[in-house]
């Protein structure tokens, strides 16, 4: 397993360019378990970060849709997603190691075959190891709304990386989006209207009722307990 999780760049002098990214590089707390996990399990279900793109037939040795979830904390709930649905094949990518370790721990309990995770970040991800139309849906569980002002240029999903993931679903697939915060909810559909071949898949052009097939996630428990809403954004790719 690599350590890195991203791709250092420099401009022609030879000077490290900063970018903005939507986390923050910080040293995750680890336990001595998760790393145990990690050692054992990234052999079997780990895809170290490649310039080249992914072969999913060769990768879960059997063509079936591919999901990618970004994002997926612990990985609880992409577990047991993938438990729900063993005729899709999931691709998960995180940035905290921490995740990673309790992800491949949960999908060794639970024997399954169609997961595989990727540690990095995944704009890089999406843009060297995924071919085009190739995703049936991409899923991103509440990313960090980065709530300030001045922070709103770290927020994950705005329009470049939209269209980003748009060039890799296929036609009639889907992209589906829940967050906690509502003034991000409403920033995501006024980032999304203008790019071409999203549809809105809601009545109201707005927001969908939660899917049944969406599994409750702890920190979406932990928001209901707060009070806060939670708002579904599904979008499909037309031609």
């Keep these: 397993m690599k350590n890195n999780i991203l791709i250092p760049q420099y401009n022609k002098n030879g000077i490290f360019l900063r970018q903005i990214r939507s986390f923050v590089c910080r040293r995750s707390r680890i336990t001595q378990s998760q ?10 279900m780990g895809i170290d970060f490649q310039l080249e793109a992914l072969n999913f037939l ?16 612990s990985g609880e709930s992409l577990v047991q997603t993938a438990i729900n649905f063993p005729d899709k094949n999931f691709l998960g990518v995180e940035v905290y190691k921490s995740g990673i370790g309790s992800c491949l721990h949960f999908a060794h309990i639970a024997k399954i075959k169609n997961l595989r995770v990727i540690y990095h970040d995944v704009t ?31 927020r994950l999903i705005q329009s470049k990386f939209l269209e980003a993931i748009s060039k890799k679903l296929i036609v009639g697939g889907t992209l589906h989006i829940a967050t906690d915060s509502e003034e991000y909810a409403f920033y995501i559909l006024e980032e999304i209207k203008n790019i071409k071949n999203y549809i809105n898949l809601s009545k109201k052009n707005n ?31 037309q031609e």
């Design 35 to 44: 790393l145990k996990w990690i050692k054992k399990y990234w052999p079997l």
């Design 58 to 73: 060769y990768i879960f040795n059997c063509d079936a849709p591919i999901v990618l979830e970004i994002g997926f904390g």
């Design 124 to 154: 890089e991800v999406i843009h060297n190891m995924i071919m085009d139309n190739t995703l049936s849906k991409v899923q991103i569980f509440f990313p960090d709304p980065w709530k300030k002002k001045r922070h709103h240029k770290r």
């Design 207 to 237: 927001f969908i009722l939660r899917p049944i097939s969406r599994i409750t996630t702890k920190f979406e428990k932990k928001g209901h307990m707060r009070g806060n809403n939670i708002f579904d954004l599904l979008f499909q790719l």
